[in-house]
T-cell receptor, first 115, second 113 residues
Framework: AQKITQTQPGMFVQEKEAVTLDCTYD???????LFWYKQPSSGEMIFLIY??????QNATEGRYSLNFQKARKSANLVISASQLGDSAMYFC????????????FGKGTKLSVKP | NAGVTQTPKFQVLKTGQSMTLQCAQD?????MYWYRQDPGMGLRLIYY???????DKGEVPNGYNVSRLNKREFSLRLESAAPSQTSVYFC????????????FGSGTRLTVV
């Protein structure tokens, strides 16, 4: 079974609008971390945001926020006020305490921002 | 600049040839990783090294070997390249229990013909 599921292979959003990228995860660990990475067409992996399983508040970093719903095992990324430069692949990842700290990635969502 | 440096950036191999992908980090991280990225598959872990002198298999280790030469360097070797190993390879490193995930290298695009 997949540990990280991203159900949206591709999405479109109008410039300046908000967009939510979905991510659900599967773990039996109580302690884990959830991450989002951005991969633009140039190919590098850029860390965006982190949420710990014990964090009570949703993580925010500038225009990025993580909608963490622990009971539903979801960790959706919300990008506010989309910009053309947000067009990229976005990967959700999880790091379990019981997996020696290895990051497990979802298959990604390709976001396209329309002017 | 601090970070993870991978070489080469691009490589074309013939089936059966061997090569080593090099990776070095200057952040004094303990853990280092090799991933491959294929279209529609996300990133999959090939091998990792939790500390100098130790290496372990990840999800897709077949056809690869690794060496943790010292704390800074972690190399990935293809002994006999196959077309199925055509992929983009990423090296990454992290401190233990980091809240910031991994720092990635810029990737190596490998084509095996």
């Amino acid at each position: 079974a997949q540990k990280i599921t991203q159900t949206q292979p591709g999405m479109f959003v109008q410039e300046k609008e908000a967009v939510t990228l979905d991510c659900t995860y599967d773990t039996s660990d109580q302690s884990y971390g959830l991450f989002w990475y951005k991969q633009p067409s140039s190919g590098e992996m850029i860390f965006l945001i982190y949420q710990g399983s014990y964090d009570e508040q949703n993580a925010t970093e500038g225009r990025y926020s993580l909608n963490f719903q622990k009971a539903r095992k979801s960790a959706n990324l919300v990008i506010s006020a989309s910009q053309l430069g947000d067009s990229a692949m976005y990967f959700c990842a999880m790091r379990e305490r019981g997996s020696q700290g290895n990051l497990i990635f979802g298959k990604g969502t390709k976001l396209s921002v329309k002017p | 600049n601090a970070g993870v440096t991978q070489t080469p950036k691009f490589q074309v191999l013939k089936t059966g040839q061997s090569m080593t992908l090099q990776c070095a980090q200057d952040m004094n991280h303990n853990s280092m990783y090799w991933y491959r990225q294929d279209p529609g598959m996300g990133l999959r872990l090939i091998y990792y090294s939790a500390s100098e002198g130790t290496t372990d298999k990840g999800e897709v280790p077949n056809g690869y070997n690794v060496s943790r030469l010292n704390k800074r360097e972690f190399s990935l070797r293809l002994e006999s390249a196959a077309p199925s190993q055509t992929s983009v390879y990423f090296c990454a490193s992290t401190q233990d229990r980091s809240n910031y995930g991994y720092t990635f290298g810029s990737g190596t695009r490998l084509t095996v013909v």
